[in-house]
């Protein structure tokens, strides 16, 4: 009954960068990062230049290839969520897959159509773009009515983002994410294929092998090899009971499932980020000069990143490959680690700043996973700040907005002179330290008048100096007790 659109951008990389430059639109043009052409538009494409090529080797199969340095991934970044915020705007159900992916849960506009077509009649339903396999429709069919619908709204996906966004891409509708995924590839570049059911066996048995079957990975590939299992008719004619011994009931269950094309996982709205991270690759990075300089080259546009979103994040993490040359292998290590208060103060706000010291507390990290005394040899370097935290907002709802109004002239002036005096002491700054002892000494001098004079006012007694300068107290006394407190740790935390 479900209806699923993956939307598959065309040479993503190569787009972005004929975006921002289209005088590079009529020529073969490839995106370099490192010593490797990640992607080319069509134009190279036609000349020999494949994805993952050595720059070198695409240089000699397209002596004309113009390169351009896709290290800086901000504009592809930026250019991706304003794809899936366009999807957004038809339907809540997006559901980001990397840069360039979408999938997009379209069931409930289709029903709608649907019930609209009824009442109008079937006249309009015709299929927009191609048939896998070419299957004839049935219209009696509502499966096939409403796939046919699907194939409709993610024509008008594919309009508006050649219209509004520049950018061209295929699109794959069908009854779960797996098939759709598997199907939106069968026309390129800039085209749309709709799979019925009854195609379902046929899309499956064109792979080339079980690891073409996403959702099964490198290391259950490996497995499945050993137990003689290579071809997706492998998998589907493997016995069950085996299987599950081999690799346990619930991974065993679901990736015969997949291999049948069946799979029921949701399309999950991926919302903001949960983590920012950037890395850098090469090959070989040996002291510790090297790698501060990573670090520092790293940090720039990760601090950018994070002062757009708005929050805060609360940790850091470091993550490095390291290569052994005894054991000729690679292993990933990583360290992480809380941000100390006084940088989440600065960040986003002073963010060029406080790079010293993040390079500081990202070379504790790497000190504790390396002996720089010894040899080492580092292929990747990674940062990611993660565990990120709406900043403290003073919205209508919020106790705050409640107490940041003018406050009347005539009393709160000599409040702030009382509180003001009071703030002075040694230990103005912390609430935490002082509320639950006698105060500092300056606190202790307030004369007996001025505290006879702060009870007729029944204002609370704690120290005022925990008061931003908005914060209306005429107001604040006013509040229940409990509400007071709930304000006053909010303030604190």
């Not at 396999?133 to 509502?142: G, I, K, P, R, V």
């Not at 490996?222 to 690799?247: H, I």
């Not at 992480?336 to 706000?349: I, R, S, V």
Request: charged share 30%; glycine share 6%; proline share 6%.
């Amino acid at each position: 009954s479900r209806v699923i659109v993956h939307v598959d951008l065309d040479c993503f990389y190569a787009q972005v960068e004929m975006l921002r430059n289209p005088d590079l639109r009529d020529k073969p043009l490839g995106v370099q990062q490192k010593s490797l052409v990640v992607t080319s538009n069509y134009k190279a494409r036609k000349l020999g230049v494949k994805k993952l090529m050595s720059v070198k080797d695409a240089k000699e199969k397209c002596p004309q290839l113009i390169l351009v340095n896709g290290e800086d991934l901000t504009p592809y970044r930026e250019m991706s969520y304003k794809v899936t915020e366009l999807l957004g705007e038809f339907c809540p159900l997006v559901e980001r897959l990397g840069f360039d992916e979408n999938f997009v849960d379209i069931t409930e506009i289709v029903e709608k159509r649907l019930n609209q077509l009824e009442q109008s009649g079937w006249s309009r339903v015709c299929v927009s773009g191609h048939v896998y396999n070419n299957q004839a429709l049935n219209l009696h069919d509502t499966t096939h009515v409403r796939l046919v619908m699907g194939s409709q709204v993610a024509e008008e996906f594919r309009e508006a983002l050649s219209t509004r966004l520049g950018l061209t891409g295929c699109a794959g509708v069908a009854s779960n994410k797996l098939l759709a995924k598997l199907v939106s590839g069968t026309f390129k570049p800039n085209q749309q294929t709709v799979l019925l059911p009854e195609s379902c066996g046929d899309l499956m048995r064109t792979l080339d092998g079980i690891q073409k079957i996403p959702g099964i990975g490198y290391k259950t590939t490996k497995r499945l090899e050993t137990l003689g299992v290579r071809s997706v008719c492998d998998l589907q004619a493997f016995p069950p009971a085996v299987l599950e011994k081999e690799l346990g009931v619930s991974v065993a269950q679901r990736i015969q499932k997949l291999s049948y094309g069946e799979d029921n996982s949701p399309v999950t709205p991926s919302g903001p980020p949960q983590s920012f991270s950037d890395e850098d690759s090469f090959k070989k990075c040996s002291s510790e000069v090297e790698v501060k300089e990573k670090i520092e080259e790293l940090l720039p546009s990760l601090l950018d990143r994070i002062c757009k979103d708005g929050r805060q994040p609360r940790t850091v993490r470091l993550t490095i490959r390291q290569f052994s040359s005894a054991a000729r292998c690679f292993s990933r290590e990583s360290r992480q680690c809380p941000l100390p208060p006084h940088l989440l103060q600065k960040l986003g706000k002073e963010s060029s700043n406080i790079l010293s010291s993040l390079v500081d507390i990202l070379m504790k990290l790497f000190r504790k996973m390396i002996d720089v005394d010894l040899p080492f040899h580092l292929t990747l370097l990674s940062i990611c700040f993660s565990n990120l935290k709406d900043l403290p907002s003073s919205k209508k709802g919020s106790i705050s907005f409640y107490l940041k109004q003018m406050s009347p002239p005539s009393s709160s002036g000599k409040r702030a002179r009382e509180a003001e005096d009071v703030s002075q002491g040694e230990g103005s700054a912390s609430w935490n330290q002082n509320s639950h002892r006698p105060g500092t000494t300056k606190t202790r001098k307030l004369s007996k008048e001025k505290k006879s004079d702060l009870k007729k006012e029944e204002i609370p007694a704690f120290p005022f100096h925990l008061f931003p300068g908005d914060i209306d107290q005429e107001v604040f006394r006013e509040l229940p007790e409990d509400i007071q407190k709930e304000f006053l740790s909010e303030k604190n935390k």
